[in-house]
Every structure is written in structure tokens, then in C-alpha cells.
């Protein structure tokens, strides 16, 4: 009888374009190979960690990854289960309801009242996004600005809508009531923000938490201009290691084109020091593109920020776990059972590999093996892990 530790992890829906290995990108492949095109992911008895599990038979047990054989009785012989979720994150959304959400400025710079190109079709897309299904694992607060005490730090850092987990009518209930009105007093309004993202970070310290600015101009108003807001941006995501303050990464989405950078827009400058690379910019004048758009990129970031790794567990009293001989599998929501492959170079970006080979503590699934599961909120995945010293029923002596 073998010894094993099970973890049965609930695979969750998640948002982003360009990722780590931890992430998930946007290919469409399911990541689970069908070689033989019977249109179901193959157990093939895969060489290495995480070869088939179900076939009954051990291989040899020569090289790294020797398949156990035969594990059917896992639950049986486990032993311990625990039950965890994959990585999930805090999203801190600080949004520009000023004056200008609600209009739209022609070549003349002549405004004319129109919500319905600018504020409804990026409230229509935040109502979209914080509702998904596909977004369970995040985590996310909201808070406007400018608020009636407009330069307020202390304000902007209690939201409208605090951190709470998605999906969630909250979200679409606020947005539902709110109009945009007033200037745009981002410095107070970003201060406010990181501040909340402290305290979330501080009281979830396993949970990754950045902010999100959504804004469609130039701040203007309480001595805010693109070079104090970039300086907020800067000391969110430096953080301070020496005092515990966590490094929060500061995405912005800019609306319009006066956050456009071929235009002249200076928002690059604020997502670059908040450790975002560049402002993610969002085009006007098509209501349906503007709102497609935004949910393409507000689901972009929600990939990049919740995580496919898993980490492993401590072997039970007295044992040490084999490497050679995890095995990694997955359950759809429509109970078809497959084994993840072993891939320590994500071949076409599918299987799984460990974050560091000679050292493992975490099991991280590759591109399209971690959004075919993201994409299935109701499948599972289950990691077994043989301990040194043990053999599976039905092997050949596979691991040892």
C-alpha cells in the first residue's frame, strides 16, 4: 500500500494578454493531448512526474517521473486531504467618474453631453467583468473619483464597494447609481487606493493585490499632475521589504484620446513606475468596440494575476516525497478525467513543471493547461504525491 497526500484544488476561472509560466495566456488549445483524435484528452503512461495514473501498470522505474502504476484507491490510501483553491488576488479599482466620463470632446475641443460613449460602455464592462463567473479567485474593491471631499486621501481609501469576492451584483448595483461629474484629482485618489491595497495586502499576505486606475484625462485638480501621480505609482510598487510593505503593482487603462500615447498621452509613465510597463489604452467613438475592448483587457489582467501554481505540501511524519512520481490529474465539470503531463519545457505550453527542478516547492501548470482548467469553474484538480520507500499496488516497482 502506498502512502500518499492528496490535494484536491477547486479550478477557478481567471484575466491577462502576456504572462508568466504561473499564468495563463490566451491561447484557445485545450492543453491536454488527444493523439489519438477520439476527441478526449489522452492518458498516455506519460515519461516523467505526472504519467498515467489510471492504466494499472508500472513501468520499470528507470529515470525521473517512473509511473507508480495502479492508484485508483488513492482516497484509500492517502494520508491526509486537504483543500485549497488556486492563487487567488486582490484587485484595488480606483475609477474617474469626472465630468468628462460623460462627454465626449470632437477634434474641436467642444463638448457635448453623450454617457453613451464614453461612461456606458465602460461601466457596461466593469458590470461585466465584476460579475463573470470567470472571475471567481479575484477578489476586488471600488472606489470614484473625484468624491465630494475631493483631495481627501482618507476618503478615497474607504471604497464605495470593499474588497469582496467576484462575482458579485455589488459591483453592478454601484455603477448602476453612479454619474459622473466634477475635475479629476488622481494623486489623492491613487494615494487613497494604495493605502487600502496596504491594508488588504497586510491582512492577506498569501493573496497577490495591485491597482487598477481607470481613468480618460490628465489629472488636474489637488495638485495632481502625471508626475506626482507617477511618484504614487513608483512607492506602491517598490513597497519597503525592510518595514513589510509588499510591492502593489499599479495597472492603468486609459479611455479616450487624451490618454492615448501616439496622441500625447502621458499615462505610460504611471503604469512604467507602478511596474506595469505601459498604459493599457482603451479607443472611443463605437460604444460596442469601447466596451469590448475593455473587457478584453479587464479580463487580460485578471489571467496575469491569479495564479495556476500549486504549493507542495510537507510529507507526512517520517516520509519524504518522491519527485520522480506526482502525478497530476484533472476532473472537467463534465467528469472527464485526464492526466496533466509532466513538461519541465511546457512543450506548446501544455503540462506542468516545477518552479525550481533541483529544489521544488511549487507545481506550476503551463499556458494552455492552466486555461483550460481557469475556463472550467467546475472542474478539479488533484495532485498525488508517493512518498520515498512505497510502491503502488500493481506496479513493477516503480517507485522506490
Known amino acids: 500500500m502506498i502512502r500518499l497526500r492528496t490535494i484536491t484544488l477547486a479550478a477557478v476561472s481567471a484575466f491577462i494578454a502576456t504572462v508568466t509560466a504561473a499564468g495563463c495566456g490566451s491561447n484557445g488549445d485545450s492543453g491536454f493531448p488527444d493523439k489519438d483524435g477520439d476527441g478526449k484528452p489522452d492518458n498516455d503512461g506519460t515519461s516523467g512526474p505526472g504519467g498515467d495514473v489510471t492504466n494499472g501498470a508500472g513501468d520499470s522505474g528507470i529515470g525521473p517521473g517512473a509511473n507508480p502504476g495502479n ?3 488513492v482516497a484509500n490510501c492517502a494520508s491526509q486531504t486537504a483543500t485549497s ?3 487567488k488576488a486582490n484587485l484595488i479599482t480606483i475609477f474617474d467618474s469626472s465630468g468628462s466620463m460623460g462627454n465626449y470632446t470632437d477634434n474641436n475641443n467642444v463638448y457635448h453631453p453623450n454617457q453613451a460613449l464614453r461612461w456606458d460602455p465602460v461601466t457596461k464592462a466593469m458590470t461585466t467583468f465584476f460579475t463573470d463567473p470567470k472571475s471567481a479567485g479575484l477578489n476586488a474593491s471600488l472606489q470614484y473619483f473625484p468624491l465630494s471631499d475631493t483631495c481627501s486621501v482618507d476618503g478615497y481609501a474607504a471604497p464605495s464597494v470593499p474588497r469582496t469576492a467576484l462575482p458579485n451584483q455589488l459591483f453592478a448595483t454601484s455603477l448602476d447609481i453612479k454619474d459622473p461629474d466634477g475635475g479629476t ?31 480618460d484625462g490628465e489629472p488636474n485638480s489637488c495638485s495632481s499632475d502625471v508626475g506626482s501621480v507617477s511618484e504614487v505609482a513608483e512607492s506602491a510598487y517598490k513597497g519597503d521589504p525592510r518595514n513589510s510593505i509588499p510591492s502593489i ?20 509613465q504611471v503604469a512604467k513606475s507602478g511596474g506595469t510597463n505601459q498604459a493599457i489604452h482603451v479607443k472611443t467613438g463605437n460604444a460596442g468596440q469601447t ?5 478584453k483587457r479587464l479580463q487580460d489582467i485578471r489571467s496575469s494575476n491569479l495564479s495556476c501554481s500549486f504549493a507542495i505540501p510537507p510529507p507526512p511524519k517520517g516520509g519524504t516525497i518522491n519527485y520522480d512520481a506526482v502525478r497530476v490529474n484533472f476532473t472537467s465539470s463534465k467528469n472527464v478525467a485526464s492526466t496533466v503531463p ?3 519545457a511546457c512543450t506548446g505550453n501544455n503540462g506542468w513543471h516545477y518552479d525550481n527542478k ?9 499556458t494552455n493547461s492552466c486555461k483550460t482548467i481557469q475556463d472550467d469553474p467546475g472542474g478539479k484538480i488533484n495532485i498525488a504525491f508517493d512518498c520515498k520507500g512505497t510502491q503502488a499496488d500493481g506496479g513493477s516497482g516503480g517507485v522506490h
Open 358 to 366: 533541483t529544489s521544488p516547492k511549487q507545481i506550476v501548470l503551463c
Open 291 to 295: 466596451s469590448a475592448d475593455l473587457i
Open 249 to 268: 503593482p499599479v495597472y492603468v487603462i486609459g479611455v479616450g484620446d487624451e490618454t492615448d500615447p501616439a496622441k500625447g498621452g502621458t499615462f505610460n
Open 71 to 73: 492508484v485508483g484507491d
Open 185 to 215: 484629482p488622481t494623486k489623492p485618489a491613487l494615494e487613497g487606493a494604495l493605502k487600502y491595497a496596504r491594508q488588504v495586502a497586510s491582512a492577506n499576505a498569501k493573496e497577490k493585490t495591485v491597482i487598477l486606475l481607470v481613468t
Open 342 to 344: 509532466y513538461s519541465e
Open 85 to 87: 483553491a488556486l492563487g
